[in-house]
């Protein structure tokens, strides 16, 4: 039986994750001496290796809760978990034959410069201003979550840092140290520190998953035969593949349906996303990143399967647990859900915690840092982008030289990063003896929807323009806040699925758009017109369309 510890991380621990820290600041310090401008700053100076941009892409999109997460959904659906992926051959088409081909034919360093040329400056700031609500949230949230989780299994249990109270010195500790040190190689390095830290990182997560299969195995003197054996007996719940209640969350094709439109959306209107293809040369290195993130996401998500088919055979099996995950082995055996799913994502941080060796809990530890940091340092970067490129650079009368635009860039990006700290601080102590971080969780898909219709209706629509684009992309956001809180809104009797909430707010933005056209008669002008699908596509294949311009640039 593998022996339970008292937990926390030891000297040993503590080494593994300075030595990683460490890391990621050599490299941003290294990688800082190649940005000479904002080119290089925001894109990497365009010419980063696909293979790395494809990996980085999951790394920043995947975040700690999430690779926590799911070994517990392992418990609850068994093999049935993966069938969440079945929509993924349909990104694919999406994003390869209709994202990835228009984007880059056009010069792009934020996607939201295309709104302009398409419609107008409202249409791009509205944009603008949604996207940084979105990642603002996202990274609140998930930081916030992530450090709860972090604490709980560092049990670092200081006496004082920024208070006097032991559990919020604690997340005060790791809010700040994941701030602090993701921020510092983000500020110096740009987006090329964010892609190589986070192929680093990626890495790191996959060793943390190996390692804690490996422990089970070791100890137990199983494999993945007996684990699938065992997971095969287990009663886990049953997996429905299609209802038409909407309330009902938990079929495969809600599921489905919405892993697609928050892909889809994501890889077509998301500034993270985008920036990521917008580094790269040209449309076959952005559809081998493409395919490279969806591989190495799929393998992520079959290797977190294998962690929690080995964890439920630790946990539930006999003889292998004593202690505290007693309780947890009987909570997950209770057929009240209520008890059984928290213990159910409870597993992984608790084994994490008082089972793996020292110096394994390191390197586990420092993968769940290197998730959090991603999700940090890709919208620091991001926003920050934004921010220069939407409405300083737009607003300002004179042009700032490269160096001065590089020096302030920097300065953004870093404030962004204090930013975060403190609404993730401030979120902490605002969450207590309330449910404001499920809501907040909550809200902030709310403008995915309405982003990916905006950018679909640009592309295609010729009936599209401000006139009708503005009202509908409000409306899909009312329709988005009144589905993702239709429980606190409207009662249990209509909370709506989670997985809905994206393809309900996208399917309203366009009706409203296309009713209204009918409604005031609009067509795009023989300008707009031209940056359409077929106006942009028609341009030569090895050359970008400047949207600051109509000076074709060389890509």
């Keep these: 039986?593998?022996?339970?510890?008292?937990?926390?991380?030891?000297?040993?621990?503590?080494?593994?994750?300075?030595?990683?820290?460490?890391?990621?600041?050599?490299?941003?310090?290294?990688?800082?001496?190649?940005?000479?401008?904002?080119?290089?700053?925001?894109?990497?100076g365009r010419d980063l290796p696909s293979w790395a941009v494809g990996i980085s892409l999951i790394a920043s999109l995947l975040s700690t809760i999430t690779y926590l997460g799911m070994p517990g959904e392992m418990f609850r659906t068994g093999i049935g978990f993966l069938t969440r992926q079945v929509g993924l051959p349909l990104v694919l088409l999406v994003v390869w034959f209709v994202w990835i081909p228009f984007f880059m034919r056009l010069n792009l360093t934020s996607a939201y410069e295309y709104l302009e040329r398409r419609f107008d400056y409202a249409t791009r700031v509205i944009a603008a201003i949604f996207c940084m609500c979105l990642l603002l949230g996202w990274i609140a949230v998930v930081v916030l979550t992530a450090s709860g989780a972090m604490v709980e299994i560092a049990n670092l249990q200081l006496g004082w840092f920024f208070s006097s109270n032991q559990a919020d010195a604690d997340m005060h500790a790791v809010i700040l140290g994941i701030g602090i040190f993701s921020i510092l190689y983000t500020t110096l390095g740009g987006?090329?520190?964010?892609?190589?830290t986070?192929?680093?990182?990626?890495?790191?997560?996959?060793?943390?998953?190996?390692?804690?299969?490996?422990?089970?195995?070791?100890?137990?003197?199983?494999?993945?035969?007996?684990?699938?054996?065992?997971?095969?007996?287990?009663?886990?719940?049953?997996?429905?593949?299609?209802?038409?209640?909407?309330?009902n969350r938990s079929t495969v094709f809600s599921i489905a349906i919405g892993m697609f439109f928050w892909h889809s959306c994501t890889h077509g209107a998301n500034q993270v996303a985008?920036?990521?293809?917008?580094?790269?040369?040209?449309t076959w290195a952005a559809r081998k990143s493409f395919l490279i993130n969806a591989l190495c996401s799929t393998l992520l998500g079959v290797l977190l399967a294998g962690v929690g088919m080995s964890l439920m055979y630790f946990v539930l099996s006999e003889g292998h647990v004593s202690g505290d995950m007693l309780q947890t082995q009987q909570d997950l055996m209770s057929d009240d859900p209520e008890i059984r799913t928290p213990a159910q994502d409870k597993v992984f941080p608790q084994f994490i915690r008082l089972y793996l060796p020292s110096g394994v809990?390191?390197?586990v530890i420092a993968a769940l840092f290197a998730a959090a940091m991603s999700t940090i340092d890709s919208g620091a970067n991001s926003i920050s982008t934004i921010v220069t490129v939407d409405f300083v650079?737009?607003?300002?009368?004179k042009a700032l030289t490269p160096a001065h635009e590089l020096k302030m860039a920097r300065v953004l990006t870093a404030s962004m990063g204090v930013i975060v700290v403190v609404t993730t601080i401030s979120l902490y102590h605002l969450s207590k003896g309330t449910n404001i971080i499920d809501l907040c969780q909550k809200g902030f898909n709310c403008f995915l929807g309405p982003l990916g219709a905006l950018f679909l209706l640009a592309?295609?629509?010729?009936?599209?323009?401000?006139?009708?684009?503005?009202?509908?992309?409000?409306?899909?956001e009312v329709v988005g806040i009144c589905t993702s809180y239709s429980r606190e809104l409207f009662g249990d009797d209509y909370a709506f699925s989670t997985h809905l909430v994206?393809?309900?707010?996208?399917?309203?933005?366009l009706i409203v758009s296309h009713v209204l056209s009918l409604l005031l008669q609009t067509r795009a002008s023989e300008e707009q017109s031209r940056w359409m699908w077929r106006g942009v596509l028609a341009s030569p294949e090895d050359r970008r369309i400047d949207c600051g311009g109509s000076r074709p640039s060389n890509g």
């Design 1 to 44: 039986m593998l022996a339970e510890s008292s937990g926390g991380l030891t000297t040993i621990d503590f080494a593994v994750v300075s030595v990683y820290l460490a890391i990621m600041l050599a490299m941003g310090f290294r990688i800082a001496r190649r940005n000479a401008s904002t080119e290089d700053f925001f894109l990497g």
């Design 191 to 196: 987006l090329r520190a964010v892609v190589w």
């Design 198 to 247: 986070d192929v680093v990182q990626f890495f790191v997560l996959l060793g943390g998953a190996f390692f804690t299969m490996g422990a089970v195995a070791w100890q137990t003197g199983t494999g993945l035969g007996d684990w699938m054996e065992f997971s095969s007996q287990y009663k886990h719940e049953e997996v429905e593949w299609f209802s038409l209640d909407v309330t």
């Design 274 to 282: 985008l920036q990521r293809y917008f580094a790269l040369k040209d």
């Design 361 to 363: 809990r390191g390197l």
């Design 393 to 397: 650079r737009r607003l300002r009368s």
């Design 459 to 476: 592309i295609f629509s010729r009936s599209a323009t401000p006139r009708t684009v503005i009202p509908a992309v409000l409306v899909g």
């Design 502 to 509: 994206v393809p309900a707010a996208w399917l309203s933005t």
